[in-house]
T-cell receptor, first 114, second 112 residues
């Protein structure tokens, strides 16, 4: 069964450093999501793409976070500079389109900021 | 604002049915009830969704009350691998409110 691929699985960085996460959605999925999950809480949507366009980034802290999906396939989420409060699991999900009932999630990148 | 209310945790004996409740008293007519689960160190996994009729698939059954203000997810024969956090989510059928918004969920522990 096709899966959403994310890398790295774990990332440790120091505050004020830059960090990037990569996501490769299921082939043919037009919609891609980035979520952040703080320990003990449910995932929170950061940004949603439809193909290469941002559909919703209202919850993305744009002063330090950026996301791109240049060719409408894989995507990168960047944080610069990282802060201690950014320590969390960053999850990527995809769906065939924005009306698809199911979202398929990757296993996430666990970020620790020291 | 939380649209759903779930118990923080529940236990279930292996082989027995697990019944996970969810209250969504402010649900509107065009909103569906979705269930996802998240096994430790993995991303969430879709289980089932419904509008007003009961639904069943290979993973679970979803029972929605007639007034749609609450629902129950049923895992008919729970196994140790069903130990996970279960999220009940209300999601609009269309429009900008269609985002999948997770609450804190219910930690289900299946006991041997």
């Amino acid at each position: 069964e096709a899966e959403v691929a994310q890398s790295p699985r774990y990332k440790i960085t120091e505050k004020s450093q830059a960090v990037a996460f990569w996501c490769d959605p299921i082939s043919g999925h037009a919609t891609l999501y980035w979520y952040r999950q703080i320990l003990g809480q449910g995932p929170e949507l950061l940004v949603q793409f439809q193909d290469e366009s941002v559909v919703d980034d209202s919850q993305l802290p744009k002063d330090r976070f950026s996301a791109e999906r240049l060719k409408g396939v894989d995507s990168t989420l960047k944080i610069q500079p990282a802060e201690l409060g950014d320590s969390a699991m960053y999850l990527c999900a995809s769906s065939r389109d924005r009306w698809e009932e199911k979202l398929f999630f990757g296993s996430g990148t666990q970020l620790s900021v020291l | 604002d939380a649209k759903t209310t779930q118990p923080t945790s529940m236990d279930c004996a292996e082989g027995r049915a697990a019944n996970l409740p969810c209250n969504h008293s402010t649900i509107s007519g065009n909103e569906y009830v979705y269930w996802y689960r998240q096994i430790h160190s993995q991303g969430p996994q879709y289980i089932i969704h419904g509008l007003k009729n009961n639904e069943t698939n290979e993973m679970a059954s979803l029972i929605i009350t007639e007034d749609r203000k609450s629902s129950t997810l049923i895992l008919p024969h729970a196994t140790l691998r069903d130990t996970a956090v279960y999220y009940c989510i209300v999601r609009a059928a269309s429009g900008s409110a269609r985002q999948l918004t997770f609450g804190s969920g219910t930690q289900l522990t299946v006991l041997p």
